[in-house]
């Protein structure tokens, strides 16, 4: 099999073909279930440009939205997690409710506020879809098929890892300029280990990489030397998001587009000990891995300039350590097919 067509890396209009047929109609892993605990709290992020939040309303229920007022259109809560007793839209004062009902709209009309023609119950927040899973936060747009479905051979992977019982205690967000593809068809092989992560090539047993792709999910595992904070898993998932696994603890990140050429990295740490004494080994495994992801950009970013230019045709792809890239481009190429279709 070849590598995609390097237009698909820079192409305005596949960027939205992909944004809406893969960003838009997939569940989001948008991070640790935490912050949604208690009444009020709330994560606020974005997929792949669209605006969303995830809230829990005041009955305990779980809610998200587009984080979109209704009357022209503005950002209602920063992106982040915190905590509300309400939606307060900072351009007019527009208030809604937990539940996304729109509850005051000031100085609107007369001095109650009424106009005619204006029932305020015609005017609440856009519903979208919001699902937990084990300790994390899913939210989807336009999801085309259930969670569960979606994560596939991830649920029998880690039936065996407590996740759920690890603390998130760190966020990272890096940003980079190469297309979320360039990035995902480095994350999907271990091909590159010993040219690009010199440091992590000692630290396993690199002819014991193994890389298996299947229902939604690449799995490469290699035995870690001594001194690994790996576990030796590193797991990714369609569409976009990763799970790695540390001896007592995980890291999880969404690989979210910001454009046809520029991507975040949105990472999170979590641990098994949230003790004062282990906050120094939790300080050093999170910066040894984000050095490891770090050293990815380097490459990604000159890879993209190449398919910028025109001067690359799509080269072979290793039957032994890239087919996760092949499983994921057959995905790109199938969902860009049904696109053109529509
Ligand atoms: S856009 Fe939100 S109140 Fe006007
Ligand atoms: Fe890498």
Known sequence: MRNLDPRLYTDPATFAAERARIFWSSWQMIGPAAPLAE???????????????????????????RNVCRHRGARLLEEGTGHCRMIRCQYHNWVYDLSGALIRAPWFGDREGRAEGFDMADWPLEPLSVELWRGLAFVAIRPVQPLAEQLGALVPEIADEPIETFHPVAERRLVFDANWKTYTDNFVEGYHIPGIHPGFFQA????????????????????????????????????????????????TSRINPLGPGRTELIYHFYFADTSGAAAEARADTIARNIAVVEEDFGICIETQKNYETGGYAPGPLSPRHEQGVAWFQNRIREALEQAAAE
């Open 204 to 251: 396993i047993d690199f002819e014991a990489f193994e890389t298996v792709a299947r229902d939604n999910l690449v799995r490469m595992t290699a035995p870690p030397r001594e001194g690994l904070f790996y576990k030796g898993k590193w797991l990714w998932m369609w569409p976009n998001w990763t799970l790695s696994l540390f001896g007592g603890g995980m890291n």
């Open 39 to 65: 009444p009020g709290g709330y994560i606020a992020t974005e997929i792949a440009g669209a605006k969303v939040l995830a809230i829990r309303d005041h009955d305990g229920g779980l809610r998200a939205f």
